[in-house]
């Protein structure tokens, strides 16, 4: 490996994803990736496979070699080992993937069943079976405080830390019954108190 692409720790995950986020760069990389026989593999001929032009495969191949996830061989270009995709993904911070954002309950029966609606802390979907729709309704419902009446602004704010689409779970909370809606103002109606 080069002086340039070698690193002691693997690259910053969020590097990677950069990277892989152009759709060109990422054509190069499947180019290299899929090389016949780990033969090194010239700008040019990565370049027609890829569908991009020369000096953007090389752009790519240089960018990819600073991060150790490809390397110089003679005139051409190989793939690195995938060890270095794995010790990035190896570097990331463990997330549990059942956290449920807020109070978990402590009934084990709603907990598991909210669980199948939430990933990272986030809502997934909105069930379609009515009864676990007003589980998962019921559980957003508890953001709020009863007695306090919140301006559309800040139910969005409120909202989007379950789910981008805030105005559909306020139509869905508005439509249960547990929130109420006068003049751009919502209010808690419903739902379970923590006490």
């Known amino acids: 490996m080069t002086a340039r692409g070698s690193q002691s720790q693997p690259p910053d995950p969020r590097q990677l994803i950069a990277l892989f986020a152009d759709r ?10 899929l090389a016949p026989d780990d033969t ?21 191949l240089t960018r990819f070699e600073d991060v150790s996830l490809a390397e110089r061989a003679g005139e051409g270009w190989v793939a690195t080992p995938e060890e270095t995709l794995r010790s990035a993904v190896a570097a990331l911070p463990k ?11 402590t009934d084990e029966a709603t907990a598991s069943l909210l669980r199948g609606f939430f990933a990272r802390g986030r809502l997934t979907h909105v069930p379609l079976a009515h009864a676990k729709r007003m589980v998962v309704l019921d559980y957003i419902a508890q953001a709020f405080e009863p007695g306090v009446r919140y301006p559309e602004a800040e139910v969005n704010e409120i909202l ?6 805030c105005a559909a779970l306020r139509r869905y909370l508005v439509d249960a019954d547990f929130l109420s809606r006068s003049e751009n103002f919502y209010w808690r109606t419903g739902g379970s108190v923590n006490l």
Do not use: T, W
């Not at 060109?24 to 990736?33: G, P, W």
């Not at 090194?40 to 790519?60: I, N």
């Open 24 to 33: 060109a760069r990422l054509r190069v990389y499947a180019a290299l990736m």
């Open 40 to 60: 090194p593999q010239s700008a040019a001929e990565l370049a027609e496979r890829a569908g991009v032009p020369v000096r953007e495969a090389s752009r790519a």
């Open 95 to 105: 997330q549990k993937d059942d956290a449920l954002p807020g109070i978990v309950p």
């Open 160 to 165: 989007l830390k379950f789910h981008d689409d």
